[in-house]
Structure formats: structure tokens, C-alpha cells
T-cell receptor, first 113, second 114 residues
Framework: GENVEQHPSTLSVQEGDSAVIKCTYS??????FPWYKQELGKRPQLIID?????GEKKDQRIAVTLNKTAKHFSLHITETQPEDSAVYFC????????????FGKGTHLIIQP | GAVVSQHPSWVICKSGTSVKIECRSL??????MFWYRQFPKQSLMLMAT?????????EQGVEKDKFLINHASLTLSTLTVTSAHPEDSSFYIC??????????FGEGSRLTVL
């Protein structure tokens, strides 16, 4: 993978509202797109991932969409809760991740009560 | 999910000394492990790819003689920061690749060099 641009760097939403974080990538060979959640001082935790053969994947309140033509993918969190507050990183890789991940700069998601 | 254990979780050392950090995959074999560095409020930067039984592959700008990586078994990779200096202070995180392509991270090791 090459560069990954992630936006926004900070996102504040009201509890119960939806949050969307977007990433764009440049390597057309990228085929694996995971999202990680990192709480302060802790390890990144995989929350959802998508491979290039699908356009959307959903797991309860979390969904990821992938647009290969436009080279962007997004994380959608619905019905946000205080425990969703964390830093979220997108990442991309070629070879399904076997060669390592390239991470975006992260989005600090703040859920306002 | 799979468990990756990293030790120590934090370490303080004097400038000029060497520090070893261990990364273990506890319930699966990992032929490939990765070492990342993370500065405060920044993203994870890949330092090197550690392959069991062979030399590590370092990312551009990472000094291989300073950050020694050994992946002697399918469950253990070690990162040794040699002759540490204050600028080496950082959060170091390892990850292990499972055969199904999933990547699991260790807890991270916070290194402070005085």
C-alpha cells in the first residue's frame, strides 16, 4: 500500500447520532481495508474489515463501504454511544494484509452526552 | 479473538542502554509479525516486517542496526532497541498475522529513555 488519507481528524457527534469517517487510498492493488479502534494507551482493536470483492459489510451498529473505482472506503457507526469515543484508524494493504498495513492518521471520535 | 502478548508494557532506561521487547502470539502460529511505532496522538508507523526464520524487512528510514528484530519461532518475535536515546522514546506495538489474514496487536510497550 501507499498513502492513506483519513478525514476528519476529529469528529464530535451527539450520543445517538451517526458518525462517518472516510479514507482514500492511492494504490489500485490494495485489496484489504480494516478499521481499528484504539482507546488511550491501549492496543488497536480490529472492529471491522472489508476485502475488495465486496462493496459493503455490516456488523450491528458498524458498517464499512468500499468504492474501488473512487478508491475510498468509509466507516459508519449508527446510534453512537459514549463507549464509542476513541481514535479510529483506517488501514489498507495489498496481498490481503500479509505485507503489513498502511494506516491513516486517525480520527478522534468524541461522543457528546 | 486471538491473543498477542507484548512484554514489557512499559520500560524506563538510561541513554546508551539496550532494551528488548517481546511479542508472542499465544494461541496461533504467526509466520509474520510486524513492529510499529506510535508517537503521542499520531498514527502507527510500520517499522519492519518480521518473518520467522529469516531476516526482517525494514521500512525506509528505519535503522536495522538500531532496531534489531529476531523472529526465532512461530510464536515469538523480539525487538531490541540498541544504544537507546531519548528520541527513541515512543510506544512500540507489535502485531501478528494469522493465516486467515487477520492481524492482531499486542498491548504495546511504552519506552522512555532518560
Amino acid at each position: 500500500g501507499e498513502n492513506v488519507e483519513q478525514h476528519p481528524s476529529t469528529l464530535s457527534v451527539q450520543e445517538g447520532d451517526s458518525a462517518v469517517i472516510k479514507c482514500t487510498y492511492s494504490d489500485s492493488a490494495s485489496n484489504y481495508f480494516p478499521w481499528y479502534k484504539q482507546e488511550l494507551g491501549k492496543r488497536p482493536q480490529l472492529i471491522i474489515d472489508i476485502r475488495s470483492n465486496v462493496g459493503e459489510k455490516k456488523d450491528q451498529r458498524i458498517a464499512v463501504t468500499l468504492n474501488k473505482t473512487a478508491k475510498h472506503f468509509s466507516l459508519h457507526i449508527t446510534e453512537t454511544q459514549p463507549e464509542d469515543s476513541a481514535v479510529y484508524f483506517c488501514a489498507e494493504a495489498t496481498g490481503g494484509g500479509a505485507d503489513g498495513l498502511t494506516f491513516g492518521k486517525g480520527t478522534h471520535l468524541i461522543i457528546q452526552p | 479473538g486471538a491473543v498477542v502478548s507484548q512484554h514489557p508494557s512499559w520500560v524506563i532506561c538510561k541513554s546508551g542502554t539496550s532494551v528488548k521487547i517481546e511479542c508472542r502470539s499465544l494461541d496461533f502460529q504467526a509466520t509474520t509479525m510486524f513492529w510499529y511505532r506510535q508517537f503521542p496522538k499520531q498514527s502507527l508507523m510500520l517499522m519492519a516486517t518480521s518473518n520467522e526464520g529469516s531476516k526482517a524487512t525494514y521500512e525506509q528510514g528505519v535503522e536495522k542496526d538500531k532496531f534489531l528484530i529476531n523472529h526465532a519461532s512461530l510464536t515469538l518475535s523480539t525487538l531490541t532497541v540498541t544504544s537507546a536515546h531519548p528520541e527513541d522514546s515512543s510506544f512500540y506495538i507489535c502485531s501478528a498475522l494469522r493465516t486467515n489474514g487477520e492481524l492482531f496487536f499486542g498491548e504495546g510497550s511504552r519506552l522512555t529513555v532518560l
